[in-house]
């Protein structure tokens, strides 16, 4: 069984597309320029339905992870890290966060407050050890 693939609709089309090109784009309210995630038509802050997109630098800091052991899906070899992570946004002191997988790093080493690097595979988004520019 392969993984399953993400819901693709209207609110959330820009995301997937950033992702295919290898970037994490943020909504972000032209109104009061607050950054939000996961993707919504309204602004929580200001009730806005105006807004654009920021772009994540690739840089991120390790919030949060558990570690799954039981039940494994058929397409992860276990256990596996499912981790929370807060973004770097360009010309943003923000620091949205999204829930995603690691890759290049084993669930011992993962740290909270580590420094990470996006990691673009298979059309989704990962986090890996931090990557020097
Ligand atoms: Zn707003």
């Known amino acids: 069984m392969n993984r399953p693939?993400?819901?693709?609709?209207r609110d959330n089309a820009y995301y997937w597309e950033g992702v295919a090109k290898g970037?994490?784009?943020i909504?972000?309210?032209?109104a009061c320029?607050?950054?939000?995630?996961?993707?919504?038509?309204?602004?929580?802050?200001?009730?806005?339905?105006?807004?654009?997109?920021?772009?994540a630098t690739g840089r991120a800091v390790l919030h949060s992870y558990t570690i799954c052991h039981h039940?494994?899906?058929?397409?992860?070899?276990?256990p596996y890290a499912v981790?929370?992570?807060d973004l770097e946004v360009e010309d943003s002191d923000a620091r949205p966060r999204i829930v995603c997988g690691a890759r290049g790093i084993a669930n011992e080493?993962?740290?909270?407050g580590m420094p990470m690097s996006l990691v673009f595979e298979d059309?989704?988004?990962?986090?890996?050890?931090?990557?020097?520019p």
Request: hydrophobic share 35%; net charge negative; charged share 20%.
């Open 5 to 9: 693939l993400p819901v693709i609709g």
């Open 23 to 25: 970037d994490v784009l």
């Open 27 to 30: 909504q972000k309210c032209t």
């Open 33 to 55: 320029g607050s950054l939000r995630h996961p993707p919504s038509p309204m602004c929580p802050e200001c009730q806005s339905l105006d807004w654009t997109t920021a772009k």
């Open 71 to 78: 039940p494994l899906p058929p397409w992860e070899e276990g």
């Open 83 to 85: 981790i929370l992570i």
């Open 109 to 112: 080493d993962l740290r909270i």
């Open 123 to 132: 059309g989704l988004v990962f986090a890996g050890p931090e990557v020097s």
